[in-house]
Nanobody, 125 residues
């Protein structure tokens, strides 16, 4: 049983930073793509960033390029999202997602099989 548990959300002022964590368990994720999505009130869930668990290329939404960084720690079975220069429009519930896939990292929420419950990020002064 795959389990993804997010943590690290909270309230932060504009221009501040947060690091989200996604603890993954239940199987070996070497053939998986891992991603972060977010959903603001009244909006669709949108892709933020993704990477292959085995490493290599990372992808980012245009809105977060240069500000967010995705990474993983194999020893801890954890994926991270470092968020810098946060803006009020980054306010959302952030979700971790996983899917077993070869090739391109999916950017559609419909392509992911496993989801965490989310962690709230609020950017406000």
């Amino acid at each position: 049983q795959v389990q993804l548990v997010e943590s690290g959300g909270g309230l932060v002022q504009p221009a501040g930073s947060l690091r989200l964590s996604c603890a993954a368990s239940g199987r070996t994720f070497s053939g998986y793509a891992m991603a972060w999505f977010r959903q603001a009130p009244g909006k669709e869930r949108e892709f933020v960033s993704g990477m292959r668990w085995s490493g290599g290329r990372t992808t980012y939404a245009d809105s977060v390029k240069g500000r967010f960084t995705i990474s993983r720690d194999n020893a801890k079975n954890t994926v991270y999202l470092q968020m810098n220069s946060l803006k009020p429009e980054d306010t959302a519930v952030y979700y971790c997602a996983a899917v077993q896939v070869l090739g391109k990292i999916p950017a559609s929420k419909y392509d992911y099989d496993y989801w965490g419950r989310g962690t709230q990020v609020t950017v406000s002064s």
